[in-house]
């Protein structure tokens, strides 16, 4: 009995020790420049005063470059959804960081869409 409560304390030491190692490593998403990065309004939503929010996923290198993006959720209209994607793609982004180094992350953009 006490070996079987021995090897559990171990078990429970080992797994305590494993969710500290984890704890300490921190990661930044990458982030947008919103200032620097604007879509152009399509024409045919500004002839429909189409608005909306676009939510976006984007994978960011550690160069700032997207590697890749995901439409989270659609502002209603696939004309301000599609400018956005694109537009935000082709920009660069600040790198997120990985235990204080640039590295490759994921972040979340909402693109707002008003007139």
Known sequence: MKNAQ???AQL????VLAAAGNAQA????AVFDSAN???AYPR????NE???VVSMQFLVSAAGKVMESKLEK????KNLDKAAMTTL?????KPGTKDGAPAQTWTKVEYVWAL
């Open 26 to 29: 921190s990661e930044t998403p």
């Open 44 to 47: 045919q939503s500004l002839m």
């Open 74 to 77: 659609s502002s209603g209209s």
């Open 6 to 8: 021995r090897a559990a």
């Open 12 to 15: 429970v030491s080992i797994l």
């Open 37 to 39: 990065c604007k879509a």
């Open 50 to 52: 189409e608005t909306g």
């Open 89 to 93: 793609a082709a920009c660069k982004f």
